[in-house]
């Protein structure tokens, strides 16, 4: 399995990534940030099928079909709000892993993962860059061939690049 790194909108990647992540809210109905941007770009198809999903607890994660965007599929994630979780690296961990095994078992080839809890939940970027890409790299896959980290900002994007390394 190869791991990358880009600067970049995860709205914006073509048909060949068939998954992104979206970092979402435990009611999958749409939020800031990325979870914004999913969702302007999807359509208002994807709330509505987020409606039926009966939200998500943090840690957990969901599939839904993808509309607009050039993917198959959109698996929401709820990562942990640092400030308030009883034990956000477990949790953070857990977002990593449950998306992996969805995006594996739909037999997924390429998936793409926005900085999971580093914006508005405030997990510290260092910490959570460490957790993402260990949880990533020691993940058996099947299917998975290729997973991206989508950086939307540079200082993001350099402290993943680190921690590859
Ligand atoms: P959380 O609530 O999990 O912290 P946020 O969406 O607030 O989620 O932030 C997570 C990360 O996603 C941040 O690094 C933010 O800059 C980034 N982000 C925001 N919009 C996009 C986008 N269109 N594509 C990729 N990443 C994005």
Known sequence: MIVEVILGDITKLGSEVEAIVNAANEDLLGGGGVDGAIHRAAGPELLKECCTLGGC????????????LKQKYIIHTVGPRYYSNPNPAETLRSCYQKSLQIADKLGVKTIAFPSISTGVFRYPLEEASSIAINTIKQYKSKNIETVIICAFDEKTYKVYLDKLR
């Open 57 to 68: 607890e943090p840690g957990d994660a969901k599939v839904s079909k993808a509309y607009n």
